[in-house]
């Protein structure tokens, strides 16, 4: 599951958790959300990264935000190993949406992706990365068995983690019932499924729903989804990686709705 850095605030009666992201793009993409509470820069960065650094350090100073200098091995314990661009930040936890927000506050017809226990932060910082670059309206996933959104996951996302609202649910099975009665069509993606992902109709509001590798979705899971669909293979290789399969089966829905216009 990774490393999880958080520390508990209490402001105005109301308390949050602060987590630790770090690299370029993450924690650029938290400053335009409002949500870094601290940053922390490489007191001697690499030549190409000083630019850019020097550009978030000016937004940070221009909304308030300390900024502090560390030496090499402070960013690295700081970043727990990971590539950070000479730059890691305290953000403030996203705030959490119902699954009734994510429908009705989509703009035009919903596209969301649902996650069955996906706990590799490296595949979640992917799909988030192409749920925003799709334009899709939002993730709903497991409280439980989830991968943290710092760290690993937030650099993969390249930032996309500020942008994509996202719906923590104590139960999978139960958030797709209550996506079908908001009318949203469930599609689960499973290798053994006999119709292909291009051959139903994603033009109509639309939950893609993806499970873990190897375990794939769970029963539950699996008997609540309207369709089963899957993606055929041509190679010697089963299948493909999860992040790879959100991606085929969130543009094929993009590519039919710009069709359908």
Same mark, same amino acid.
């Given at each position: 599951?990774?490393?999880?850095?958080?520390?508990?605030? +209490?402001?105005?009666? $109301?308390?949050?958790?602060?987590?630790?992201?770090?690299? =370029?793009?993450?924690?650029? @993409?938290?400053?335009?959300?409002?949500?870094?509470? @601290?940053?922390?820069?490489?007191?001697?960065? !690499?030549?190409?990264?000083?630019?850019?650094?020097?550009?978030?350090?000016?937004?940070?100073?221009?909304?308030?935000? *300390?900024?502090?200098?560390?030496?090499?091995?402070?960013?690295?314990?700081?970043?727990?190993?990971?590539?950070?661009?000479?730059?890691?930040?305290?953000?403030?936890?996203?705030?959490?949406? %119902?699954?009734?927000?994510?429908?009705?506050?989509?703009?035009?017809?919903?596209?969301?992706?649902?996650?069955? !226990?996906? @706990?590799? *932060?490296?595949?979640?910082?992917? =799909?988030?990365?192409?749920?925003?670059?799709?334009?899709?309206?939002?993730?709903? $996933?497991? %409280?439980?068995?989830?991968?943290?959104?710092?760290?690993?996951?937030? #650099?993969?996302?390249?930032?996309?983690?500020?942008?994509?609202?996202?719906?923590? +649910?104590?139960?999978?099975?139960?958030?797709?019932?209550?996506? #079908?009665?908001?009318?949203?069509?469930? &599609?689960?993606?499973?290798?053994?499924?006999?119709?292909?992902?291009? !051959?139903?109709?994603l033009t109509v509001p639309t939950a893609i729903v993806l499970g873990a590798e190897g375990t794939g979705l $769970?029963?539950? +899971?699996? @008997?609540?989804?309207?369709?089963?669909?899957?993606? *055929?293979?041509?190679?010697?290789?089963?299948?493909v990686n999860v992040s790879v399969a959100a991606g085929i089966a969130l543009f094929e829905a993009v590519r !039919? $709705?710009? &069709?359908? #216009?």
């Open positions: 599951m990774g490393f999880v850095s958080l520390r508990l605030f +209490v402001m105005s009666r $109301r308390s949050y958790l602060v987590m630790k992201i770090y690299g =370029i793009n993450p924690v650029l @993409e938290a400053l335009r959300t409002k949500r870094v509470t @601290e940053l922390t820069v490489s007191a001697r960065a !690499q030549a190409a990264d000083q630019h850019r650094l020097a550009a978030i350090v000016r937004l940070a100073e221009t909304h308030g935000i *300390p900024v502090r200098c560390a030496n090499a091995d402070e960013l690295a314990r700081l970043a727990h190993g990971g590539v950070h661009q000479g730059v890691v930040a305290d953000v403030r936890d996203r705030p959490n949406v %119902s699954v009734e927000d994510l429908v009705t506050g989509a703009s035009g017809t919903p596209l969301i992706v649902v996650l069955d !226990q996906i @706990e590799d *932060p490296h595949n979640v910082g992917a =799909i988030l990365r192409t749920v925003d670059a799709a334009g899709a309206h939002g993730v709903i $996933r497991q %409280s439980r068995h989830a991968a943290p959104l710092d760290g690993a996951a937030a #650099k993969v996302s390249a930032g996309a983690v500020s942008h994509v609202a996202i719906a923590d +649910v104590v139960n999978i099975a139960r958030a797709l019932e209550q996506l #079908k009665a908001a009318g949203v069509w469930t &599609v689960g993606l499973a290798a053994d499924a006999s119709t292909p992902y291009d !051959q139903v109709d $769970r029963r539950l +899971v699996r @008997e609540r989804c309207d369709r089963l669909v899957s993606i *055929p293979m041509s190679g010697h290789v089963s299948s !039919q $709705r710009r &069709v359908r #216009k």
